[in-house]
């Protein structure tokens, strides 16, 4: 019976905001690195409003060293102050006044510090919305299909792209549950081409599946196929496999 060849990992890649398709790098059926970048929205307007919130925040920064600057000089005053009113030289109300400037300086540096937390924030914000302008390969692969052109406009969710790691490759069968003796991982099985049923590929089984699939009886087993000699094979590939000399079951995933 026939069953697929499959990967571990393969994944449709979606566009993370709504935006115009701007430029697209690559195209089927490219070999890409994890982390490279195969598309991008449009991001100038995000990235002039991070600049600006940038810009606010070195503003800002530059608001606090010159309060931070002051509140020193406003605390000299104070002790100075205090030492005078030891040695009798100064007021009471100068005193108070020395030290209710210091003490509110403290609170305009707090504020100041907030206002700076919050611009940063909006930076992180912003700086996250622009990398998901961004579509990127999340593992080494092969770039299977494009589902996009240049100029598009995509809305959120939208596919892009499908990845596929080239190898493994793996083969999803299943073995009905009467079948005897039980399979163990670490078992030989051969798997064939449909349309050449002269030339096995060796395979051995890595995977059993706990739970029996009560519309079929069955239970799904999975072989990853030798890494040599199996030259024009390709996931998505219908094969037959056999274990102990039977035939296994229809496979499905």
């Given amino acids: 019976m026939s069953g697929p060849i499959i990967v571990e990992h393969q994944v449709d890649l979606t566009a993370q ?14 070999r890409v690195k994890a982390g490279t970048i195969l598309a991008r929205l449009d991001d100038r307007q995000i990235a002039a409003n991070l600049e600006a919130t940038r810009a606010k925040s070195r503003s800002i920064e530059a608001d606090l060293r010159n309060w931070e600057a002051e509140a020193e000089v406003l605390k ?22 020395a ?17 700076l937390n919050t611009s940063r924030e909006e930076e992180r914000a912003l700086e ?21 052109r240049e100029g598009q406009t995509v809305a959120k969710n939208d596919r892009c792209f499908r990845v596929s790691q080239l190898s493994p490759l ?6 009905p549950e009467a079948s005897t003796p039980p399979p163990k991982l670490g078992n030989t099985v051969e798997v064939f ?45 219908a094969v037959r496999v056999t274990w102990e000399n039977r035939p296994a079951s229809s496979a499905h995933r």
């Fill in 17 to 30: 905001r709504d935006g115009i398709l701007s430029k697209i790098f690559f195209d089927a059926p490219a």
């Fill in 76 to 97: 000299a005053d104070y002790v100075r102050q205090q030492r005078l009113w030891d040695l009798g030289l100064t007021t009471q109300e100068q005193l108070e006044h």
């Fill in 99 to 115: 030290k209710y400037k210091a003490e509110s300086d403290q609170w305009d540096i707090k504020r100041v510090k907030e206002t």
């Fill in 128 to 148: 996250l919305e622009l990398e998901k302008t961004k579509v990127t390969a999340p593992f080494d692969g092969l770039i299977a299909r494009r589902y996009v």
């Fill in 170 to 175: 793996l083969v999803l069968f299943q073995i």
């Fill in 193 to 237: 081409l449909l349309d050449n049923s002269q030339q096995p590929f060796s395979a051995r089984i890595t995977k059993i599946s706990p739970t029996i699939d009560p519309a079929s009886d069955s239970y799904n087993v999975t072989a990853q196929l030798s890494a040599s000699k199996i030259a024009g094979l390709r996931p998505g590939m």
